[in-house]
């Protein structure tokens, strides 16, 4: 399994949005895309689906952008994965029994099953408030060095 870069940036989207509005109200989608190192386009790509998943916001005017509608605490790493590359699963045949003719008999499928519930698990268990405590703590780094 790999992820799509829309779900790496995704996140680190997040984790700006979430850092940077403790001190400003709303996030500028400009300033979003020069921190992260992407284009204006591209972060618009991104943010379609944050926003029709209801995770973040947009404000108008002149000191809009993007906000969280969400606690951090209340997001996790699964949901933003999900958002982006759909339900987390390593293989096609794992919840579709008419993927695969062997699907009723296939013990492999049983492994692959188990495994995509653990990287479900534990991708549900990383929230984005402990991302952004790290984040802060690096940013914090960075300017006492």
């Known amino acids: 399994m790999k992820l799509s870069t829309k779900s790496r940036y995704g ?9 940077d509005s403790e001190i400003m109200p709303a996030v500028k989608g400009k ?3 020069q921190q992260q190192n992407i284009s204006e386009a591209y972060l618009e790509q991104i943010m379609i689906p944050l926003k029709n998943s209801g995770m973040v916001g947009t404000v108008r005017g002149c000191n809009g952008g993007y906000v969280l509608n969400k606690k951090t605490e209340d997001i996790n790493l699964l949901e933003i994965i ?3 590359e759909g339900k987390v699963q390593l293989v096609r045949c794992v ?5 695969c003719k062997r699907s009723e008999a296939c013990t492999a499928s049983t492994v692959w099953w188990h ?19 790290k ?6 780094m960075d300017y006492v060095i």
């Open 11 to 19: 996140l680190r989207i997040l984790i700006q949005i979430a850092v």
């Open 31 to 33: 300033v979003v895309a």
């Open 115 to 133: 495994l995509s519930e653990v990287i479900r698990k534990e991708a549900s268990l990383i929230k984005l408030s402990e991302l952004v405590e």
């Open 82 to 84: 999900e958002i982006f």
């Open 135 to 140: 984040e802060k703590k690096i940013n914090k």
């Open 95 to 99: 919840g579709k029994k008419n993927e």
